[in-house]
């Protein structure tokens, strides 16, 4: 039983729906109404209940892809969506509806609804071209029609086009008549005749009216073009043209341009020019005339004395159905003009002068011509530029050309003078020639040179012959009045000529030098050179020449101290009690290059132990850098070298050999010994040495009273810890050398340096003198045989009394 009362229910369902949907429920509404706006309330409308739509899902057909029409579930109210145009949706429709389908679920129902919509006047008539041309001959006949396209209104009813209105015109107007199915048409009647001439061109403005309420209207502008007839003949400007033209025109100058108008159009306004029967022969053959243009043109020779007066007639014809013409008369006078060039004759010229010519002369006769009369016969003589020449006219034709300023071919070698002579005629007419002027050279300018004073630096040891630089001068003159030689102004310096030490070649001025010059005898040079052109007279200049020699290191440092023959070893002992920091030996180099090649720098290059002995770079003092112990060898050797500061650096060496010894030992010699201030002495043996010392002396003192004759023996110093005792070759302070005296002054300055004292000596056996150095200690005394005084010296003394010791041993 369950199976079928569902099959009832479902079959009444579908009848219930089946009848709601043969029922149409229909509105109408005007087109364009606003979005939002109720149309009807269909849950009234429907007897539907508005509680239940809220549940209920509702749908309205898409009309055209889109959805216009919408229902409120809350108040059942139809509203429209979107804005409805009737043009639109009804295009080609005089009534328009809309038929939608409402369907409701739960449970199903379907409404047909049918909205009408009905026109508003929202369209305003148009025309499908809003420019309308129209050709009309201005021969027409009034009264003749002429077909216009009609306006289209979208609208329906009393909405569409109604009627045509026409611009103000006194020659057109409208016909308006109907179609049968009531569309409106419109004719444009000719009421006027037309003249082209008068009016080519009518603009009419042509507006269609709907019947709305308000009216709407379009426009469209209407073009009549008025077409030609040749009913103009052509007129000149003038009926008689009378015009000046000068004799001698070229062929081709127009002289006059001839201008006709037909009031016509197109072919009927096309002219053409031409000569009439009663232009002479004569005149035709001295003018053309252009049929197209109008223009008249010079063709053959026109000449004032051959003819003055031509006379020409012109006809204008254009080229209408019936041709029609105009003519003219045109009378030329022709003007006497200046037509002859004026002449210019050289009738005397002096085209090569000398530069020193004077002010005031002649240089040239010019004779002018003009074969005119009256003010185009008188011509005038001018130069086109400024130049040191002047015009003097001497006659009515004849002018003379002088110099009016010096002359310098240095600066102008030559003149190109343009002589232009201009009649009085006008136009003036003008001729010129072109006269050149050459200069010959005198020898007016001395040689210069671009200096006053040349600075040349030479390195010193160049090869003799070498170039040093090149003196050149210059002469503006030419030929033999510009050569040059050049000459050394002699000058003797210590006896030396100029001329044996450089040497500049005659021709170009290049310097040489002769010989090899050393910037340790001879470091400048100052001189002249001379420029001698060979003019007559011949000119010359001199310049001051400055020979620099520059230094060079080309001299290797010289080990003065310590002393040695030349390949051998220095050797000196040390005793090893020797406390640290006590000086063991210097190292005196000289070199006697100039200041910077000339800076000595002293480093070890052999050193048998670097942790025992310093040496100080700058002024070669060796130093114990501490105490010997017992595992230092007894034997130490020592290679110096000496460093100049020269590119590339010169040096020299020098080998000590040490030798330790447990104590200090004295060698006496013949020459004064070297005594070091001894120091830290052990009070015991001071006390036991000095009562020893004392009865030495006593036992001194005796013997020389009994032998009074004899030389006083050398007393002996207390032999002392840290005393360095060299042995006779060891050290400068032990050496016997011959040298001149600047070479001892330099070791005595080297050696007081260290703290000792220079002193020469003659020495012994004819040689010329010996040095000998000496400690500065206090109460010491030194007696020789060989010593010219006894000199004492206090220790406390510094280096700044090494004036004082120069002055006290003025032989140093």
């Known amino acids: ?85 009737r043009e639109f949706l009804c295009n080609t429709k005089t009534t328009c509806f809309l038929k939608l389908d409402l369907i409701i679920e739960s449970p199903l129902r379907i409404f047909n609804i049918e909205l009408g919509i009905t026109d508003i006047n929202d369209n305003a008539p148009h025309f499908r071209r809003d420019r309308i041309e129209l050709d009309v001959s201005e021969s027409a006949s009034p009264g003749e029609k002429f077909s216009l396209p009609n306006a289209f209104d979208p609208d329906v009813g009393a909405n569409t086009v109604k009627t045509y209105k026409l611009s103000e015109s006194e020659h057109f ?131 004032y004395e051959d003819m003055k007066i031509f006379e020409m007639f012109v006809e204008a014809k254009d080229n209408g159905p019936v041709p029609l013409s105009g003519q003219c008369r045109v009378t030329v006078y022709v003007k006497d003009m200046n037509d002859n ?32 009369t009256g003010d185009n016969g008188k011509v005038n003589l001018t130069m086109n530029k400024s130049l040191p020449f002047i015009l003097n006219k001497s006659s009515d034709y004849l002018y003379e050309l002088l110099v009016s300023e010096p002359l310098d071919r240095e600066k102008v070698p030559e003149y190109e003078i343009m002589l232009v002579v201009t009649d009085e005629g006008n136009p003036p007419l003008s001729d010129n020639e072109t006269i050149t002027v050459h200069l010959l050279d005198v020898n007016d300018n001395a040689p210069q040179f671009p200096q006053t004073f040349y600075t040349i630096p030479v390195k010193e040891n160049n090869a003799p012959g070498a170039s040093l630089s090149s003196l050149t001068a210059i002469d503006p003159d030419l030929n033999e009045n510009q050569y040059l030689v050049y000459f050394i102004i002699e000058k003797e310096i210590a006896n030396t000529s100029m001329s044996m030490l450089f040497s500049i070649n005659p021709e170009n001025g290049n310097l040489y030098a002769l010989k090899t010059f050393d910037y340790e005898i001879e470091k400048e040079f100052l001189f002249h050179i001379e420029a001698r052109d060979s003019g007559v007279p011949p000119l010359s200049s001199n310049v001051t020449v400055h020979i620099l020699i520059m230094d060079q290191n080309d001299n290797t440092p010289l080990i003065v101290s310590p002393w040695r023959a030349h390949g051998s070893e220095v050797k000196e002992k040390i005793p090893r009690s020797t406390d640290k920091g006590t000086l063991i030996a210097k190292v005196i180099a000289i070199d006697s290059d100039s200041v910077h090649n000339s800076r000595i720098t002293y480093q070890f290059l052999q050193n048998t132990d670097a942790t025992l002995f310093s040496l100080d770079q700058y002024n070669g003092e060796i130093r114990t850098m501490r105490m010997f112990s017992y595992r230092d060898s007894r034997d130490q050797r020592l290679v110096v070298i000496a460093k100049d500061n020269g590119e590339p650096a010169l040096s020299a060496t020098v080998t000590i050999k040490l030798s330790t010894v447990e104590t200090a030992l004295k060698t006496y010699t013949e020459v004064p010994l070297e005594y070091d201030i001894f120091s830290d002495l052990n009070l015991y043996l001071v006390i036991g040495l000095g009562s020893v010392s004392f009865l030495l002396l006593i036992t001194i003192l005796v013997t ?59 020495a012994p056996k004819g040689a010329r003198y010996i040095v000998s150095s000496i400690p500065r200690s206090t109460g010491l005394t030194e007696t020789s045989d060989s010593a010219a005084s006894t000199l004492q010296f206090d220790s406390n003394r510094t280096d700044t009394n090494s004036d004082n010791r120069k002055s006290r041993f003025p032989a140093i």
């Open 1 to 85: 039983m369950k199976p079928v009362r569902r099959w009832v229910q479902f079959f009444f369902v579908l009848w219930a729906t089946w009848e709601t949907a043969l029922s149409v429920t229909r509105y109408s509404i005007p087109e364009e109404m606003e979005r939002g706006s109720v149309v009807a309330n269909l849950a009234a409308d429907l007897g539907l209940d508005v509680s239940g739509l809220a549940q209920r899902e509702v749908k309205l057909d898409i009309f055209q892809n889109k959805k216009y029409l919408d229902v409120n579930k809350r108040t059942g109210e139809l509203f429209i969506v979107e804005k409805m145009d």
């Open 173 to 303: 107007t409208v016909d308006i008549h109907s179609g049968s199915d009531g569309t409106k048409y419109v004719d444009l009647v000719l009421t006027k005749a037309l003249d082209r001439e008068e009016k080519a061109v009518h603009n009419l403005i042509l507006t269609a009216v709907d019947g709305g309420v308000p009216a709407r209207s379009g426009t469209a502008n209407i073009i009549v073009r008025v077409q030609d007839t040749n009913d103009n003949a052509p007129q000149f400007d003038q009926a008689i043209y009378s015009l000046n033209m000068s004799e001698n025109s070229p062929a081709g100058t127009v002289v006059i341009k001839l201008n006709a108008t037909d009031e016509d159009e197109g072919p009927n306004a096309d002219l053409t020019y031409s000569f009439t029967l009663y232009t002479s022969e004569k005149t035709q053959e001295m003018f053309s005339l252009n049929s197209n243009t109008g223009e008249i043109a010079v063709k053959g020779t026109v000449d």
């Open 341 to 372: 060039y004026p002449e210019i004759t050289i009738k005397s010229l002096k085209n090569t002068v000398d530069e020193n010519i004077a002010v005031g002369t002649v240089i040239a006769l010019v004779g002018v011509s003009d074969r005119d």
């Open 704 to 762: 020389i009273v009994l032998k009074c004759q004899k030389t006083k023996p050398s007393k002996a110093a207390p032999p002392c810890r840290n005393s360095v005792i060299s042995e006779r070759n060891s050290t400068i302070a032990d050496s016997t050398l011959v040298s001149n005296d600047a070479y001892w002054y330099s070791l005595f300055l080297a050696e007081t340096r260290k703290g000792k004292l220079v002193v020469r000596q003659p």
